[in-house]
Protein backbone atom coordinates (compact mmCIF):
# COMPACT_ATOMS: atom_id res chain seq x y z
CA UNK A 1 0.00 0.00 0.00
CA UNK A 2 1.56 3.26 -1.09
CA UNK A 3 1.43 6.27 0.58
CA UNK A 4 -0.96 8.23 -1.56
CA UNK A 5 -3.67 5.55 -0.59
CA UNK A 6 -2.72 5.94 2.68
CA UNK A 7 -2.94 9.71 2.66
CA UNK A 8 -6.43 9.82 0.21
CA UNK A 9 -8.03 7.82 3.73
CA UNK A 10 -6.35 9.20 6.27
CA UNK A 11 -6.69 12.58 5.19
CA UNK A 12 -10.52 12.87 4.58
CA UNK A 13 -11.06 10.88 8.21
CA UNK A 14 -8.57 12.96 9.92
CA UNK A 15 -10.79 16.09 9.18
CA UNK A 16 -13.92 14.14 10.24
CA UNK A 17 -12.92 13.18 13.37
CA UNK A 18 -11.94 16.28 14.27
CA UNK A 19 -15.19 17.60 12.64
CA UNK A 20 -17.01 15.52 16.01
CA UNK A 21 -14.84 17.14 18.34
CA UNK A 22 -15.83 20.58 17.50
CA UNK A 23 -19.70 19.55 16.96
CA UNK A 24 -19.61 18.18 20.43
CA UNK A 25 -17.18 21.20 22.09
CA UNK A 26 -19.52 23.55 20.33
CA UNK A 27 -22.92 21.86 21.39
CA UNK A 28 -21.86 22.22 24.73
CA UNK A 29 -20.68 25.75 24.53
CA UNK A 30 -23.40 27.46 22.36
CA UNK A 31 -25.74 25.49 24.63
CA UNK A 32 -25.00 26.99 27.86
CA UNK A 33 -25.42 30.18 26.23
CA UNK A 34 -28.73 29.39 25.42
CA UNK A 35 -29.08 28.33 28.89
CA UNK A 36 -27.88 31.55 30.57
CA UNK A 37 -30.08 33.72 28.35
CA UNK A 38 -33.22 31.62 29.51
CA UNK A 39 -32.31 32.87 32.98
CA UNK A 40 -31.61 36.26 31.99
CA UNK A 41 -32.48 37.52 28.60
CA UNK A 42 -31.53 41.08 29.39
CA UNK A 43 -28.04 40.24 29.25
CA UNK A 44 -27.92 38.51 25.83
CA UNK A 45 -25.30 41.54 24.14
CA UNK A 46 -23.00 40.37 26.83
CA UNK A 47 -23.66 36.99 26.31
CA UNK A 48 -23.61 36.42 22.78
CA UNK A 49 -20.40 38.26 22.38
CA UNK A 50 -18.52 35.72 25.01
CA UNK A 51 -20.44 32.62 23.13
CA UNK A 52 -19.37 33.76 19.52
CA UNK A 53 -15.64 34.20 20.75
CA UNK A 54 -15.74 30.74 22.48
CA UNK A 55 -16.88 29.48 19.39
CA UNK A 56 -14.40 30.72 17.23
CA UNK A 57 -11.48 29.52 19.79
CA UNK A 58 -13.18 25.48 19.70
CA UNK A 59 -13.42 26.19 16.15
CA UNK A 60 -9.42 26.82 15.70
CA UNK A 61 -8.58 23.18 16.18
CA UNK A 62 -10.75 21.69 13.72
CA UNK A 63 -9.31 24.42 11.40
CA UNK A 64 -5.74 23.16 12.91
CA UNK A 65 -6.88 19.85 10.98
CA UNK A 66 -8.01 21.15 7.73
CA UNK A 67 -4.58 23.20 7.85
CA UNK A 68 -2.77 19.70 7.64
CA UNK A 69 -5.23 18.30 4.81
CA UNK A 70 -4.70 21.61 2.56
CA UNK A 71 -0.61 21.08 3.20
CA UNK A 72 -0.69 17.22 2.03
CA UNK A 73 -3.54 17.41 -0.55
CA UNK A 74 -1.28 18.17 -3.32
CA UNK A 75 0.78 15.19 -2.98
CA UNK A 76 -2.17 12.88 -3.80
CA UNK A 77 -2.40 11.51 -7.43
CA UNK A 78 0.99 11.26 -9.38
CA UNK B 1 -37.83 47.36 -6.54
CA UNK B 2 -35.14 46.73 -3.78
CA UNK B 3 -35.76 43.04 -4.24
CA UNK B 4 -34.88 43.85 -7.95
CA UNK B 5 -31.74 45.78 -7.72
CA UNK B 6 -30.43 43.01 -4.71
CA UNK B 7 -31.11 40.13 -7.48
CA UNK B 8 -29.49 41.59 -10.09
CA UNK B 9 -26.51 42.49 -8.19
CA UNK B 10 -26.37 38.46 -6.85
CA UNK B 11 -26.83 37.36 -10.23
CA UNK B 12 -24.06 39.68 -11.65
CA UNK B 13 -21.64 38.70 -9.25
CA UNK B 14 -22.49 34.74 -9.77
CA UNK B 15 -22.27 35.39 -13.28
CA UNK B 16 -18.93 37.00 -13.22
CA UNK B 17 -17.35 34.89 -10.64
CA UNK B 18 -18.38 31.45 -12.63
CA UNK B 19 -17.11 32.95 -15.90
CA UNK B 20 -13.90 33.71 -13.99
CA UNK B 21 -13.24 30.03 -12.77
CA UNK B 22 -13.26 28.31 -15.82
CA UNK B 23 -9.12 29.69 -15.70
CA UNK B 24 -8.70 28.26 -11.66
CA UNK B 25 -5.72 26.97 -10.66
CA UNK B 26 -5.13 22.51 -10.30
CA UNK B 27 -3.97 22.12 -6.99
CA UNK B 28 -6.88 23.41 -4.75
CA UNK B 29 -9.96 25.30 -5.96
CA UNK B 30 -9.10 29.14 -6.58
CA UNK B 31 -11.01 32.00 -7.38
CA UNK B 32 -8.84 34.09 -9.77
CA UNK B 33 -8.30 37.48 -9.19
CA UNK B 34 -8.24 40.56 -11.40
CA UNK B 35 -4.79 41.18 -11.23
CA UNK B 36 -4.41 37.47 -11.75
CA UNK B 37 -5.96 37.70 -15.21
CA UNK B 38 -4.62 40.76 -16.23
CA UNK B 39 -0.87 39.95 -15.59
CA UNK B 40 -1.06 36.18 -14.91
CA UNK B 41 1.08 34.16 -12.23
CA UNK B 42 4.20 34.85 -13.92
CA UNK B 43 3.58 38.39 -15.28
CA UNK B 44 4.05 41.84 -13.32
CA UNK B 45 4.27 41.52 -9.79
CA UNK B 46 2.51 38.20 -10.21
CA UNK B 47 4.04 36.29 -7.27
CA UNK B 48 3.82 39.30 -5.18
CA UNK B 49 -0.38 39.12 -5.92
CA UNK B 50 -0.72 38.83 -1.67
CA UNK B 51 1.57 42.05 -1.01
CA UNK B 52 -0.19 44.03 -3.79
CA UNK B 53 -3.58 42.85 -2.50
CA UNK B 54 -2.47 43.72 1.17
CA UNK B 55 -0.73 47.26 0.04
CA UNK B 56 -4.33 47.92 -1.68
CA UNK B 57 -6.34 47.62 1.61
CA UNK B 58 -3.58 49.43 3.62
CA UNK B 59 -3.97 52.21 1.08
CA UNK B 60 -7.29 52.62 0.83
CA UNK B 61 -7.49 52.67 4.48
CA UNK B 62 -4.84 55.44 5.11
CA UNK B 63 -6.03 57.60 2.01
CA UNK B 64 -9.45 57.65 3.73
CA UNK B 65 -8.28 58.44 7.27
CA UNK B 66 -5.27 60.83 6.13
CA UNK B 67 -8.43 62.76 4.11
CA UNK B 68 -11.20 62.43 7.45
CA UNK B 69 -8.01 64.08 9.19
CA UNK B 70 -7.74 66.61 7.61
CA UNK B 71 -11.01 68.03 6.92
CA UNK B 72 -11.90 67.49 10.75
CA UNK B 73 -14.68 69.96 12.14
CA UNK B 74 -16.59 69.82 15.40
CA UNK B 75 -19.83 68.54 14.23
CA UNK B 76 -18.71 65.84 12.01
CA UNK B 77 -19.89 64.80 8.61
CA UNK B 78 -20.86 61.15 7.06
CA UNK B 79 -17.75 59.87 6.63
CA UNK B 80 -15.87 61.51 9.63
CA UNK B 81 -18.84 59.87 11.83
CA UNK B 82 -18.55 56.67 10.53
CA UNK B 83 -14.60 56.66 10.98
CA UNK B 84 -14.96 58.49 14.45
CA UNK B 85 -17.65 55.18 15.28
CA UNK B 86 -14.86 52.84 14.25
CA UNK B 87 -12.13 54.43 16.50
CA UNK B 88 -14.47 54.64 19.40
CA UNK B 89 -16.32 51.19 19.28
CA UNK B 90 -12.89 49.71 19.41
CA UNK B 91 -11.73 52.04 22.34
CA UNK B 92 -14.91 50.81 24.48
CA UNK B 93 -14.72 47.23 23.32
CA UNK B 94 -10.55 47.66 24.68
CA UNK B 95 -11.54 49.48 27.74
CA UNK B 96 -13.35 46.36 29.49
CA UNK B 97 -10.41 44.09 28.92
CA UNK B 98 -7.42 46.43 29.44
CA UNK B 99 -8.87 48.93 32.00
CA UNK B 100 -7.34 52.32 32.00
CA UNK B 101 -4.68 52.57 29.81
CA UNK B 102 -5.92 50.97 26.70
CA UNK B 103 -5.59 54.21 24.76
CA UNK B 104 -1.70 53.25 24.72
CA UNK B 105 -2.60 49.72 22.89
CA UNK B 106 -6.03 51.30 20.82
CA UNK B 107 -3.66 52.19 18.02
CA UNK B 108 -2.14 49.14 17.13
CA UNK B 109 -5.11 46.96 17.97
CA UNK B 110 -7.53 48.92 16.72
CA UNK B 111 -5.42 49.24 13.37
CA UNK B 112 -5.17 45.20 13.33
CA UNK B 113 -8.57 44.80 13.80
CA UNK B 114 -9.76 47.19 10.61
CA UNK B 115 -6.73 45.66 8.16
CA UNK B 116 -7.26 42.04 8.85
CA UNK B 117 -11.42 42.82 8.59
CA UNK B 118 -10.56 44.77 4.65
CA UNK B 119 -8.01 41.71 3.91
CA UNK B 120 -10.52 39.33 4.93
CA UNK B 121 -13.86 41.11 2.96
CA UNK B 122 -11.58 41.81 -0.33
CA UNK B 123 -11.34 38.08 -1.22
CA UNK B 124 -15.46 38.28 -1.04
CA UNK B 125 -15.77 40.83 -4.08
CA UNK B 126 -16.00 38.86 -7.23
CA UNK B 127 -12.31 39.76 -8.94
CA UNK B 128 -10.77 40.28 -5.21
CA UNK B 129 -8.25 38.10 -3.45
CA UNK B 130 -7.81 37.76 0.01
CA UNK B 131 -3.88 38.13 1.28
CA UNK B 132 -4.83 36.31 4.62
CA UNK B 133 -5.65 33.20 2.45
CA UNK B 134 -1.69 33.12 2.45
CA UNK B 135 0.29 31.42 5.37
CA UNK B 136 2.91 33.64 4.90
CA UNK B 137 0.68 37.08 5.75
CA UNK B 138 -0.96 35.74 9.05
CA UNK B 139 1.95 34.43 10.42
CA UNK B 140 3.40 38.12 9.96
CA UNK B 141 1.01 39.63 11.52
CA UNK B 142 0.93 37.26 14.60
CA UNK B 143 5.05 37.07 15.10
CA UNK B 144 4.49 40.92 14.79
CA UNK B 145 1.94 40.93 17.97
CA UNK B 146 4.36 38.32 19.60
CA UNK B 147 7.44 41.02 19.28
CA UNK B 148 5.07 43.80 20.38
CA UNK B 149 3.75 42.00 23.55
CA UNK B 150 7.25 40.69 25.01
CA UNK B 151 8.30 44.26 24.16
CA UNK B 152 5.38 45.48 26.34
CA UNK B 153 6.17 43.48 29.03
CA UNK B 154 9.65 44.07 28.81
CA UNK B 155 9.02 47.73 29.16
CA UNK B 156 6.68 47.76 31.45
CA UNK B 157 8.10 45.18 34.41
CA UNK B 158 11.82 45.67 33.89
CA UNK B 159 14.05 43.17 32.83
CA UNK B 160 14.20 41.50 36.25
CA UNK B 161 10.66 41.34 36.61
CA UNK B 162 10.54 39.95 33.43
CA UNK B 163 11.90 37.04 33.84
CA UNK B 164 10.22 36.66 37.38
CA UNK B 165 7.97 36.50 35.11
CA UNK B 166 8.63 34.11 32.61
CA UNK B 167 9.64 31.57 35.25
CA UNK B 168 6.50 31.52 36.82
CA UNK B 169 7.39 34.16 39.65
CA UNK B 170 8.96 31.51 42.32
CA UNK B 171 7.82 32.15 46.11
CA UNK B 172 9.13 30.07 48.01
CA UNK B 173 11.38 26.73 48.12
CA UNK B 174 8.23 24.56 46.33
CA UNK B 175 8.56 27.44 43.52
CA UNK B 176 12.14 27.62 43.21
CA UNK B 177 12.15 23.84 42.88
CA UNK B 178 10.14 23.57 40.14
CA UNK B 179 11.04 26.68 38.35
CA UNK B 180 12.70 24.71 35.49
CA UNK B 181 9.48 22.76 34.57
CA UNK B 182 7.56 26.10 34.99
CA UNK B 183 10.03 27.79 33.07
CA UNK B 184 9.68 25.28 30.09
CA UNK B 185 5.68 25.03 30.40
CA UNK B 186 5.99 28.94 30.09
CA UNK B 187 8.20 29.10 27.18
CA UNK B 188 6.20 26.54 25.24
CA UNK B 189 2.97 28.58 25.97
CA UNK B 190 4.76 31.90 24.83
CA UNK B 191 5.81 30.53 21.27
CA UNK B 192 2.60 28.56 20.60
CA UNK B 193 0.77 31.54 21.04
CA UNK B 194 1.51 33.21 17.63
CA UNK B 195 1.27 30.00 15.80
CA UNK B 196 -2.35 29.57 16.76
CA UNK B 197 -3.12 32.95 16.01
CA UNK B 198 -1.63 32.57 12.65
CA UNK B 199 -2.93 28.97 11.77
CA UNK B 200 -6.19 29.99 13.23
CA UNK B 201 -6.62 32.93 10.81
CA UNK B 202 -4.97 31.29 8.05
CA UNK B 203 -7.19 28.40 8.33
CA UNK B 204 -10.54 30.05 8.00
CA UNK B 205 -9.58 32.57 5.57
CA UNK B 206 -8.46 29.98 2.99
CA UNK B 207 -11.33 26.88 3.77
CA UNK B 208 -14.14 30.04 3.44
CA UNK B 209 -12.35 30.43 -0.10
CA UNK B 210 -11.84 26.95 -1.32
CA UNK B 211 -15.31 26.14 -0.05
CA UNK B 212 -17.08 29.71 -2.22
CA UNK B 213 -14.84 28.24 -4.98
CA UNK B 214 -16.00 24.86 -4.97
CA UNK B 215 -19.37 25.82 -4.74
CA UNK B 216 -18.89 27.73 -7.99
CA UNK B 217 -17.28 24.98 -9.83
CA UNK B 218 -20.55 22.74 -8.56
CA UNK B 219 -22.26 25.76 -10.37
CA UNK B 220 -20.64 25.38 -13.30
CA UNK B 221 -21.58 21.82 -13.31
CA UNK B 222 -24.96 21.77 -12.65
CA UNK B 223 -25.54 24.01 -15.55
CA UNK B 224 -23.76 22.48 -17.98
CA UNK B 225 -26.20 19.34 -18.47
CA UNK B 226 -28.20 22.11 -20.57
CA UNK B 227 -25.47 23.72 -22.03
CA UNK B 228 -25.24 27.04 -20.41
CA UNK B 229 -22.09 28.26 -20.18
CA UNK B 230 -23.48 30.45 -17.10
CA UNK B 231 -23.45 28.93 -13.51
CA UNK B 232 -26.53 28.64 -11.19
CA UNK B 233 -25.30 30.94 -8.20
CA UNK B 234 -25.16 28.16 -5.44
CA UNK B 235 -22.17 30.12 -3.44
CA UNK B 236 -24.39 33.15 -2.79
CA UNK B 237 -25.19 31.75 1.18
CA UNK B 238 -21.91 30.88 1.69
CA UNK B 239 -20.71 34.28 1.06
CA UNK B 240 -22.88 35.11 4.09
CA UNK B 241 -21.38 32.82 5.79
CA UNK B 242 -17.59 34.23 4.95
CA UNK B 243 -18.46 37.72 5.28
CA UNK B 244 -20.00 36.49 9.40
CA UNK B 245 -16.68 34.41 9.55
CA UNK B 246 -14.55 37.05 8.33
CA UNK B 247 -15.63 39.45 11.06
CA UNK B 248 -15.24 36.84 13.85
CA UNK B 249 -11.92 35.96 13.32
CA UNK B 250 -10.57 39.38 12.41
CA UNK B 251 -12.21 40.04 16.21
CA UNK B 252 -11.13 36.85 17.69
CA UNK B 253 -7.09 37.95 16.06
CA UNK B 254 -7.63 41.64 17.92
CA UNK B 255 -8.91 39.90 21.09
CA UNK B 256 -6.45 37.43 21.89
CA UNK B 257 -4.09 39.87 20.89
CA UNK B 258 -5.21 42.03 23.41
CA UNK B 259 -5.34 39.35 26.13
CA UNK B 260 -1.43 38.42 25.66
CA UNK B 261 -0.98 42.23 25.89
CA UNK B 262 -2.87 41.92 28.83
CA UNK B 263 -0.97 38.75 30.90
CA UNK B 264 2.07 41.00 30.07
CA UNK B 265 1.34 44.32 31.99
CA UNK B 266 1.64 44.33 35.79
CA UNK B 267 -1.27 42.83 37.36
CA UNK B 268 -2.65 43.24 40.91
CA UNK B 269 -2.45 40.50 43.22
CA UNK B 270 1.44 40.17 41.82
CA UNK B 271 3.57 42.88 42.01
Known sequence: MDYQSMLAVGLPIGVGLAAIGSGIGLGRAVGSAMEAIGRQPEAMGKIMTSMIIGAALIEALTIYALVVFFLLYGKIGA | ?271
Open chain 2, 1 to 271: MKLIKFSTIVIISSLATSVLATEAKESKPELPSIWGILFGHEGFLGHYIDIVYALLASVIFSILSIKVYKNRQLIPGKLQNFLELCVEGMFNFLTTILGKDAIRYTPFLGTLFFYILINNLMGLVPGGHSPTANLNVTASLAILVFLYSQYTGFTKLGAKAYLHHLAGQPRNIAGWVLMPLLLIIHLVTEISRPVSLALRLYGNTMGGDVLVAAFVGLGILIMSAVHIPIGFPIQVPFIFLEILVSTIQALVFTLLSTIYILLMLPQEGHP
